[in-house]
Protein backbone atom coordinates (compact mmCIF):
# COMPACT_ATOMS: atom_id res chain seq x y z
CA UNK A 1 0.00 0.00 0.00
CA UNK A 2 3.11 2.32 0.65
CA UNK A 3 6.72 1.86 -1.26
CA UNK A 4 10.00 3.42 -0.88
CA UNK A 5 10.36 5.47 -4.11
CA UNK A 6 13.24 7.42 -3.64
CA UNK A 7 15.89 8.94 -0.61
CA UNK A 8 17.44 11.99 -0.86
CA UNK A 9 20.87 12.43 0.64
CA UNK A 10 22.00 15.25 0.00
CA UNK A 11 22.36 17.03 3.70
CA UNK A 12 25.66 17.35 5.23
CA UNK A 13 23.66 17.02 9.35
CA UNK A 14 20.31 16.20 10.67
CA UNK A 15 17.61 17.09 8.64
CA UNK A 16 15.01 19.32 10.72
CA UNK A 17 12.21 19.52 8.89
CA UNK A 18 10.34 18.87 5.37
CA UNK A 19 7.63 20.88 3.41
CA UNK A 20 5.55 20.40 -0.01
CA UNK A 21 3.96 22.39 -2.23
CA UNK A 22 2.53 21.70 -5.38
CA UNK A 23 5.54 21.49 -7.49
CA UNK A 24 8.48 20.99 -5.29
CA UNK A 25 9.84 19.69 -1.81
CA UNK A 26 11.74 21.55 0.66
CA UNK A 27 13.69 20.65 3.04
CA UNK A 28 16.35 22.52 5.97
CA UNK A 29 19.00 21.08 8.04
CA UNK A 30 21.50 21.65 10.70
CA UNK A 31 23.96 22.38 7.72
CA UNK A 32 22.12 25.89 8.02
CA UNK A 33 20.63 25.24 4.19
CA UNK A 34 17.64 24.72 2.96
CA UNK A 35 17.38 22.58 -0.24
CA UNK A 36 14.71 22.33 -2.89
CA UNK A 37 13.86 19.39 -5.18
CA UNK A 38 11.26 19.07 -8.24
CA UNK A 39 8.45 16.97 -7.76
CA UNK A 40 8.24 15.07 -11.38
CA UNK A 41 11.86 13.49 -10.75
CA UNK A 42 13.11 14.70 -7.18
CA UNK A 43 16.38 16.26 -8.85
CA UNK A 44 17.44 19.76 -7.12
CA UNK A 45 16.53 22.98 -8.53
CA UNK A 46 19.40 24.68 -10.27
CA UNK A 47 19.63 27.16 -7.60
CA UNK A 48 19.55 25.14 -4.62
CA UNK A 49 20.74 24.97 -1.99
CA UNK A 50 19.27 28.27 -0.44
CA UNK A 51 22.22 29.43 1.79
CA UNK A 52 21.96 32.92 3.76
CA UNK A 53 21.44 31.28 7.80
CA UNK A 54 24.55 31.63 9.43
CA UNK A 55 22.87 28.57 12.35
CA UNK A 56 21.10 25.82 11.83
CA UNK A 57 17.70 26.15 10.07
CA UNK A 58 15.00 24.91 12.25
CA UNK A 59 11.71 24.92 9.81
CA UNK A 60 10.28 25.97 6.48
CA UNK A 61 7.16 26.21 4.84
CA UNK A 62 5.63 27.03 1.51
CA UNK A 63 3.15 29.83 1.40
CA UNK A 64 -0.44 28.77 0.08
CA UNK A 65 0.18 29.77 -3.62
CA UNK A 66 3.51 27.82 -3.26
CA UNK A 67 5.23 31.03 -5.06
CA UNK A 68 7.14 32.01 -1.49
CA UNK A 69 9.10 29.53 1.11
CA UNK A 70 9.65 30.53 4.49
CA UNK A 71 12.55 29.42 6.67
CA UNK A 72 13.97 29.92 10.27
CA UNK A 73 16.78 29.39 12.23
CA UNK A 74 18.80 29.44 15.55
CA UNK A 75 20.51 32.84 13.82
CA UNK A 76 16.91 34.12 15.13
CA UNK A 77 15.92 35.42 11.07
CA UNK A 78 12.87 34.21 9.47
CA UNK A 79 14.14 34.70 5.68
CA UNK A 80 11.08 34.63 3.06
CA UNK A 81 12.64 32.90 -0.45
CA UNK A 82 11.31 33.01 -3.94
CA UNK A 83 10.26 29.76 -5.08
CA UNK A 84 10.62 30.82 -8.60
CA UNK A 85 14.75 31.19 -8.13
CA UNK A 86 15.59 31.39 -4.63
CA UNK A 87 16.30 35.20 -4.35
CA UNK A 88 15.61 37.23 -1.11
CA UNK A 89 12.17 38.53 -0.84
CA UNK A 90 12.98 40.01 3.08
CA UNK A 91 14.67 38.95 6.22
CA UNK A 92 12.94 39.29 9.38
CA UNK A 93 14.60 39.61 12.99
CA UNK A 94 12.76 38.03 16.07
CA UNK A 95 12.29 41.27 17.90
CA UNK A 96 13.82 38.97 21.44
CA UNK A 97 16.90 37.66 19.05
CA UNK A 98 15.83 34.48 20.52
CA UNK A 99 16.26 31.39 18.25
CA UNK A 100 13.26 31.10 15.75
CA UNK A 101 11.96 27.10 16.13
CA UNK A 102 8.59 27.76 13.58
CA UNK A 103 7.12 29.25 10.59
CA UNK A 104 3.90 28.94 9.05
CA UNK A 105 1.88 31.24 6.88
CA UNK A 106 -1.77 32.09 7.38
CA UNK A 107 -4.62 30.21 5.17
CA UNK A 108 -4.62 33.48 2.75
CA UNK A 109 -0.95 34.53 2.63
CA UNK A 110 -1.61 37.87 4.54
CA UNK A 111 0.03 36.65 7.41
CA UNK A 112 3.34 35.00 8.71
CA UNK A 113 3.75 33.70 12.40
CA UNK A 114 7.63 32.98 14.00
CA UNK A 115 7.92 31.33 17.05
CA UNK A 116 11.01 31.25 18.95
CA UNK A 117 13.13 28.78 22.25
CA UNK A 118 12.32 32.33 24.69
CA UNK A 119 8.35 31.50 24.43
CA UNK A 120 7.64 34.30 22.08
CA UNK A 121 5.20 34.12 18.93
CA UNK A 122 5.50 36.99 16.32
CA UNK A 123 2.89 37.67 13.60
CA UNK A 124 4.29 39.50 10.75
CA UNK A 125 1.58 41.49 8.14
CA UNK A 126 2.74 40.08 4.81
CA UNK A 127 1.73 42.57 2.69
CA UNK A 128 4.26 44.90 4.66
CA UNK A 129 6.65 42.23 4.43
CA UNK A 130 6.86 42.25 1.21
CA UNK A 131 7.86 45.97 0.88
CA UNK A 132 10.40 45.68 3.13
CA UNK A 133 8.46 47.25 6.30
CA UNK A 134 8.40 45.16 9.63
CA UNK A 135 5.91 45.17 11.90
CA UNK A 136 4.79 43.49 14.88
CA UNK A 137 0.91 43.07 14.92
CA UNK A 138 -1.55 41.31 17.86
CA UNK A 139 -4.23 40.58 15.94
CA UNK A 140 -5.16 36.81 15.04
CA UNK A 141 -6.15 34.68 12.01
CA UNK A 142 -8.76 32.36 13.81
CA UNK A 143 -11.07 29.65 12.38
CA UNK A 144 -14.53 28.41 13.57
CA UNK A 145 -13.48 24.76 13.90
CA UNK A 146 -10.44 22.40 13.17
CA UNK A 147 -8.48 19.72 14.87
CA UNK A 148 -4.75 20.22 16.32
CA UNK A 149 -2.53 17.06 16.36
CA UNK A 150 0.10 17.43 18.54
CA UNK A 151 3.07 14.89 20.41
CA UNK A 152 5.44 14.75 22.79
CA UNK A 153 7.87 12.86 25.51
CA UNK A 154 5.05 10.75 26.59
CA UNK A 155 5.11 9.05 23.27
CA UNK A 156 1.49 9.50 22.20
CA UNK A 157 -0.41 11.90 19.58
CA UNK A 158 -3.46 13.55 21.04
CA UNK A 159 -5.70 14.81 18.93
CA UNK A 160 -7.82 18.33 19.72
CA UNK A 161 -10.67 19.88 18.44
CA UNK A 162 -10.79 23.84 18.72
CA UNK A 163 -13.62 26.06 17.73
CA UNK A 164 -14.37 29.33 17.60
CA UNK A 165 -16.85 30.08 20.77
CA UNK A 166 -16.93 33.96 20.18
CA UNK A 167 -15.23 36.65 18.07
CA UNK A 168 -12.68 36.93 20.68
CA UNK A 169 -11.91 33.45 21.72
CA UNK A 170 -11.25 30.01 21.54
CA UNK A 171 -12.23 26.49 23.13
CA UNK A 172 -9.94 23.84 23.21
CA UNK A 173 -11.28 20.13 23.88
CA UNK A 174 -9.21 16.85 24.06
CA UNK A 175 -10.48 14.32 21.55
CA UNK A 176 -7.83 11.06 21.57
CA UNK A 177 -4.69 9.33 21.99
CA UNK A 178 -3.22 7.96 19.09
CA UNK A 179 -0.28 5.38 20.26
CA UNK A 180 2.39 2.96 18.82
CA UNK A 181 5.59 4.94 19.36
CA UNK A 182 7.82 3.64 21.99
CA UNK A 183 9.67 6.38 22.41
CA UNK A 184 9.34 10.21 22.20
CA UNK A 185 7.29 11.58 18.92
CA UNK A 186 8.73 14.51 17.19
CA UNK A 187 6.86 15.57 14.58
CA UNK A 188 3.01 14.57 13.29
CA UNK A 189 1.16 15.97 10.36
CA UNK A 190 -2.43 15.66 8.79
CA UNK A 191 -2.67 15.05 4.83
CA UNK A 192 -4.39 17.44 3.19
CA UNK A 193 -7.65 15.54 2.93
CA UNK A 194 -7.50 14.96 6.49
CA UNK A 195 -8.26 11.17 6.53
CA UNK A 196 -4.63 9.99 7.58
CA UNK A 197 -1.98 11.48 10.52
CA UNK A 198 1.50 10.81 10.12
CA UNK A 199 4.25 10.61 13.03
CA UNK A 200 8.30 10.28 13.49
CA UNK A 201 9.77 9.17 16.92
CA UNK A 202 12.99 8.86 18.59
CA UNK A 203 12.12 5.09 18.20
CA UNK A 204 13.28 5.45 14.07
CA UNK A 205 10.24 4.45 12.92
CA UNK A 206 7.08 6.27 10.94
CA UNK A 207 3.56 5.62 11.69
CA UNK A 208 0.65 6.72 9.54
CA UNK A 209 -2.88 6.17 11.69
CA UNK A 210 -6.19 6.84 9.37
CA UNK A 211 -7.93 9.02 11.71
CA UNK A 212 -11.88 8.20 11.15
CA UNK A 213 -10.81 4.74 12.96
CA UNK A 214 -7.66 5.70 14.35
CA UNK A 215 -6.12 2.23 13.52
CA UNK A 216 -2.25 2.18 11.90
CA UNK A 217 -2.18 2.19 8.48
CA UNK A 218 1.27 1.49 7.58
CA UNK A 219 4.29 1.33 10.08
CA UNK A 220 8.36 2.36 8.17
CA UNK A 221 11.14 2.08 9.79
CA UNK A 222 13.76 2.66 7.04
CA UNK A 223 15.64 6.04 8.92
CA UNK A 224 18.77 4.29 10.91
CA UNK A 225 18.29 7.05 13.50
CA UNK A 226 15.49 9.68 15.27
CA UNK A 227 12.95 10.54 12.86
CA UNK A 228 12.57 14.23 13.02
CA UNK A 229 9.97 15.70 10.63
CA UNK A 230 6.64 14.13 8.53
CA UNK A 231 4.92 15.97 5.72
CA UNK A 232 1.94 14.87 2.95
CA UNK A 233 2.20 16.42 -0.51
CA UNK A 234 -1.04 18.84 -1.42
CA UNK A 235 -2.29 17.37 -4.36
CA UNK A 236 -0.59 13.77 -4.43
CA UNK A 237 -0.38 10.72 -2.44
CA UNK A 238 3.41 11.61 -1.03
CA UNK A 239 4.70 11.34 1.85
CA UNK A 240 8.32 12.66 3.33
CA UNK A 241 10.31 12.29 5.90
CA UNK A 242 13.60 13.23 7.57
CA UNK A 243 15.96 12.06 9.82
CA UNK A 244 19.08 12.43 11.59
CA UNK A 245 20.73 10.28 9.38
CA UNK A 246 20.59 13.08 7.33
CA UNK A 247 17.99 11.75 4.70
CA UNK A 248 14.76 12.35 3.38
CA UNK A 249 12.51 9.73 2.55
CA UNK A 250 9.70 9.68 -0.26
CA UNK A 251 7.09 7.12 0.03
CA UNK A 252 4.43 6.75 -2.14
CA UNK A 253 0.78 5.22 -1.66
CA UNK A 254 -1.15 3.08 -3.43
CA UNK A 255 -4.60 4.45 -4.12
CA UNK A 256 -6.67 1.74 -5.10
CA UNK A 257 -5.26 -0.23 -2.04
CA UNK A 258 -5.97 2.60 -0.01
CA UNK A 259 -9.13 3.30 -1.16
CA UNK A 260 -10.26 -1.02 -0.47
CA UNK A 261 -8.56 -0.58 2.97
CA UNK A 262 -10.82 2.68 4.26
CA UNK A 263 -14.24 1.75 5.84
CA UNK A 264 -17.14 1.77 3.40
CA UNK A 265 -18.49 5.34 2.57
CA UNK A 266 -22.08 6.19 4.88
CA UNK A 267 -24.84 6.74 2.78
CA UNK A 268 -25.69 10.70 2.60
CA UNK A 269 -27.59 11.06 5.71
CA UNK A 270 -29.67 14.49 4.55
CA UNK A 271 -32.31 12.35 2.58
CA UNK A 272 -33.26 15.60 0.16
CA UNK A 273 -29.62 14.78 -1.23
CA UNK A 274 -30.21 11.25 -1.53
CA UNK A 275 -29.61 10.36 -5.50
CA UNK A 276 -31.53 7.62 -7.20
CA UNK A 277 -29.24 4.75 -6.14
CA UNK A 278 -29.53 5.86 -2.43
CA UNK A 279 -33.22 5.36 -2.49
CA UNK A 280 -33.14 2.54 -4.41
CA UNK A 281 -31.17 0.96 -1.32
CA UNK A 282 -33.22 2.83 1.31
CA UNK A 283 -36.13 0.76 -0.52
CA UNK A 284 -34.10 -2.28 -0.39
CA UNK A 285 -33.18 -1.98 3.28
CA UNK A 286 -37.16 -1.36 4.14
CA UNK A 287 -38.26 -4.27 2.12
CA UNK A 288 -39.24 -3.06 -0.39
CA UNK A 289 -37.18 -3.96 -3.04
CA UNK A 290 -40.09 -4.46 -5.82
CA UNK A 291 -40.46 -0.71 -5.94
CA UNK A 292 -36.77 -0.59 -6.76
CA UNK A 293 -37.58 -0.58 -10.64
CA UNK A 294 -40.76 1.39 -10.61
CA UNK A 295 -38.95 4.99 -8.94
CA UNK A 296 -35.55 4.17 -10.77
CA UNK A 297 -38.29 4.72 -14.18
CA UNK A 298 -39.62 7.72 -12.81
CA UNK A 299 -36.36 9.30 -11.91
CA UNK A 300 -37.28 9.99 -8.08
CA UNK A 301 -34.23 10.89 -5.99
CA UNK A 302 -33.90 12.04 -2.08
CA UNK A 303 -36.01 15.63 -3.01
CA UNK A 304 -38.75 13.31 -4.98
CA UNK A 305 -38.98 11.05 -2.56
CA UNK A 306 -39.52 13.24 0.19
CA UNK A 307 -42.43 15.32 -1.88
CA UNK A 308 -44.25 12.10 -2.77
CA UNK A 309 -47.96 12.11 -1.68
CA UNK A 310 -50.99 9.11 -1.44
CA UNK A 311 -52.11 10.60 -4.57
CA UNK A 312 -48.77 10.69 -6.56
CA UNK A 313 -47.79 7.13 -5.61
CA UNK A 314 -50.96 5.82 -7.05
CA UNK A 315 -51.80 8.23 -10.26
CA UNK A 316 -47.92 8.60 -11.08
CA UNK A 317 -46.25 5.93 -9.94
CA UNK A 318 -48.81 3.46 -10.72
CA UNK A 319 -49.08 1.27 -7.28
CA UNK A 320 -51.89 0.09 -7.13
CA UNK A 321 -51.96 -1.97 -4.28
CA UNK A 322 -53.89 0.19 -0.91
CA UNK A 323 -51.72 -1.52 1.79
CA UNK A 324 -48.35 -1.17 0.20
CA UNK A 325 -48.61 2.83 -0.76
CA UNK A 326 -49.43 3.14 2.98
CA UNK A 327 -46.68 1.33 3.83
CA UNK A 328 -44.58 3.27 1.48
CA UNK A 329 -45.97 6.74 2.81
CA UNK A 330 -45.44 5.39 6.94
CA UNK A 331 -41.36 4.74 5.51
CA UNK A 332 -41.59 8.39 3.98
CA UNK A 333 -43.21 9.96 7.30
CA UNK A 334 -39.82 8.35 8.72
CA UNK A 335 -37.81 10.04 6.93
CA UNK A 336 -39.09 14.09 7.31
CA UNK A 337 -39.45 13.57 11.03
CA UNK A 338 -36.04 12.17 10.88
CA UNK A 339 -34.66 15.06 8.77
CA UNK A 340 -36.80 17.24 10.59
CA UNK A 341 -34.72 16.39 13.71
CA UNK A 342 -31.15 16.49 12.17
CA UNK A 343 -31.84 19.69 10.96
CA UNK A 344 -32.82 20.97 14.42
CA UNK A 345 -29.23 19.24 15.95
CA UNK A 346 -26.73 20.64 13.67
CA UNK A 347 -23.94 21.97 15.51
CA UNK A 348 -23.76 25.45 15.22
CA UNK A 349 -20.36 25.53 13.96
CA UNK A 350 -21.27 23.50 11.13
CA UNK A 351 -24.10 25.84 9.53
CA UNK A 352 -23.13 28.49 7.05
CA UNK A 353 -23.59 32.07 8.34
CA UNK A 354 -24.85 32.79 4.60
CA UNK A 355 -27.37 29.96 3.63
CA UNK A 356 -27.92 29.11 7.53
CA UNK A 357 -28.04 25.29 6.00
CA UNK A 358 -25.32 22.37 7.28
CA UNK A 359 -22.10 23.11 5.14
CA UNK A 360 -21.31 20.52 1.96
CA UNK A 361 -17.98 22.26 1.28
CA UNK A 362 -17.01 24.76 3.50
CA UNK A 363 -14.04 27.39 2.78
CA UNK A 364 -11.86 29.57 4.87
CA UNK A 365 -12.57 33.27 4.37
CA UNK A 366 -9.61 35.91 5.02
CA UNK A 367 -12.05 37.06 8.03
CA UNK A 368 -11.80 33.78 9.54
CA UNK A 369 -14.80 32.57 9.33
CA UNK A 370 -15.63 29.75 7.16
CA UNK A 371 -18.68 29.48 4.51
CA UNK A 372 -20.52 26.98 2.27
CA UNK A 373 -18.20 27.56 -0.97
CA UNK A 374 -20.77 28.14 -3.81
CA UNK A 375 -22.91 30.46 -1.16
CA UNK A 376 -19.46 32.91 -0.81
CA UNK A 377 -18.46 32.83 -4.33
CA UNK A 378 -21.76 33.95 -4.83
CA UNK A 379 -21.14 36.42 -1.93
CA UNK A 380 -17.75 38.25 -3.24
CA UNK A 381 -19.31 37.90 -6.83
CA UNK A 382 -22.93 39.73 -6.53
CA UNK A 383 -21.81 42.45 -3.09
CA UNK A 384 -18.84 44.39 -2.17
CA UNK A 385 -16.13 42.71 -1.03
CA UNK A 386 -17.15 42.43 2.72
CA UNK A 387 -17.12 40.10 5.40
CA UNK A 388 -20.47 38.53 5.70
CA UNK A 389 -20.17 38.65 9.76
CA UNK A 390 -18.14 41.35 10.49
CA UNK A 391 -18.92 43.67 7.12
CA UNK A 392 -15.55 44.80 7.30
CA UNK A 393 -13.56 44.76 3.98
CA UNK A 394 -11.83 41.65 3.35
CA UNK A 395 -7.90 41.46 2.99
CA UNK A 396 -8.44 38.75 0.43
CA UNK A 397 -10.87 37.21 -1.85
CA UNK A 398 -9.37 33.84 -1.88
CA UNK A 399 -10.99 31.21 0.03
CA UNK A 400 -9.13 27.93 1.40
CA UNK A 401 -10.96 24.67 1.49
CA UNK A 402 -11.44 23.34 5.62
CA UNK A 403 -10.86 20.04 5.25
CA UNK A 404 -10.60 19.23 8.87
CA UNK A 405 -14.12 20.93 9.39
CA UNK A 406 -15.28 18.79 6.55
CA UNK A 407 -14.16 15.53 7.95
CA UNK A 408 -15.86 16.60 11.14
CA UNK A 409 -19.02 17.32 9.45
CA UNK A 410 -18.90 13.88 7.51
CA UNK A 411 -17.93 12.08 11.37
CA UNK A 412 -21.15 13.82 12.68
CA UNK A 413 -23.59 12.52 10.27
CA UNK A 414 -22.24 9.33 10.41
CA UNK A 415 -22.38 8.79 13.77
CA UNK A 416 -25.83 10.70 13.69
CA UNK A 417 -27.01 8.11 11.05
CA UNK A 418 -25.73 5.25 13.55
CA UNK A 419 -27.75 6.46 16.58
Known sequence: ??????????????????????????????????RLYSLSDFTEVPYSPLKFHTYAVHCCCFSPSGHILASCSTDGTTVLWDTQ?????????????????VCRFSPDSTCLVSGASD????LWNFLYIYFNKFIFLGGEQGLQFFQLASCGQDCQIKIWVISCIHILGFELKYKSTLT???APVLACAFSHDGQMLVSGS?????????????????????????????AFAPNILLLATGSMDKTVNIWQFDTEALCQA?????????????????????????????????????????????NLTKESLADDLKIESLGLRSKVLRKIEELRTKVKTLSSEIPDEFICPITRELMKDPVIASDGYSYEKEAM????????????????V??????????????????????????
Open 180 to 182: GHC
Open 119 to 122: GTVV
Open 85 to 101: NGQILAVMEQPSGSPVR
Open 394 to 419: LSSVILTPNRTLKMAIDRWLSETHQK
Open 202 to 230: VDKSVIVYDTNTENILHTLTQHTRYVTTC
Open 377 to 392: ENWISKKKRTSPMTNL
Open 262 to 306: KIPDQPKQFTENWSEDDVSNWLCAKGLEDLVDIFKMNNIDGRELL
Open 1 to 34: MVKLIHTLADHDDDVNCCAFSSSLLATCSLDKTI
